[in-house]
């Protein structure tokens, strides 16, 4: 089974089941996912089994469902946190951010999964961020609003990193403007555009 086969593909670089989602998952994210299918059900009893992580990468041509969607190039690697099969044949399964990645090329198993050939991104450089004051304090009532139980600890108040993220996923944006905030490689940018954009939805 190709899976159980993954190896490092070049320096640097490793292989990994790919899920194509019509989400972006941010490093540091909590991700719920009702798992159904065949090929990711082989995949996260894989996972599992081997303690390896799978990339979440947001759709950019096709569906969930089906024929192998097009991924985005970035993603983010992710591991199975909790699982459960309360229903038959449906895993559900809460998936945790880790770190992003770059995808390099990818391979199609017979079943349908989608396998990547991947460079992790690594920590990202971070400047001057005179908004993570103002932005750390509204991550943290927003976060008292929704409820603590839906974010990992710890929580990082003073990494520009964190509360970027954080409020990336939190915030009401479309997909495809929260691909590009994942991608972004200096975290007082990131900061800098969600700052400004809470100003204009007069959040701040």
């Known amino acids: 089974m190709l899976i159980a086969n993954l190896l490092a593909a070049g320096h640097g670089r490793e292989s990994v089941p790919v899920f194509p989602l019509a989400t972006v998952l941010f490093p540091?994210?909590?991700?719920?996912?009702?798992?159904?299918?065949?090929?990711?059900?082989?995949?996260?009893?894989?996972?599992?089994?081997?303690?390896?992580?799978?990339?979440?990468?947001?759709?950019?041509?096709?569906?969930?469902?089906?024929?192998?969607?097009?991924?985005?190039?970035?993603?983010?690697?992710?591991?199975?946190?909790?699982?459960?099969?309360?229903?038959?044949?449906?895993?559900?399964?809460?998936?945790?951010?880790?770190?992003?990645?770059?995808?390099?090329?990818?391979?199609?198993?017979?079943?349908?999964?989608?396998?990547?050939?991947?460079?992790?991104?690594?920590?990202?450089?971070v400047g001057d961020v005179p908004a993570l004051a103002a932005c750390s304090e509204l991550l943290g009532k927003m976060i008292a609003g929704i409820g603590e139980a839906r974010f990992m600890q710890p929580y990082r108040f003073d990494d520009a990193s964190w509360v970027s993220f954080r409020l990336a996923e939190i915030l009401p944006l479309r997909n495809d403007v929260k691909q590009k905030l994942l991608e972004l490689r200096?975290?007082?940018?990131?900061?800098?555009?969600?700052h400004k954009f809470c100003q204009q939805q007069k959040l701040l």
């Open 28 to 125: 540091g994210a909590v991700l719920p996912l009702r798992i159904f299918e065949t090929r990711y059900m082989d995949m996260a009893k894989e996972c599992l089994k081997k303690d390896r992580p799978f990339g979440v990468c947001l759709i950019k041509e096709g569906v969930e469902v089906g024929t192998p969607a097009v991924p985005e190039p970035v993603g983010c690697l992710a591991r199975i946190g909790e699982c459960d099969m309360e229903e038959l044949g449906i895993l559900q399964v809460k998936a945790e951010g880790l770190e992003r990645f770059r995808l390099v090329d990818t391979d199609t198993t017979a079943q349908g999964l989608i396998v990547g050939s991947i460079e992790r991104l690594g920590p990202e450089s």
């Open 186 to 194: 200096d975290a007082s940018v990131r900061l800098a555009i969600l």
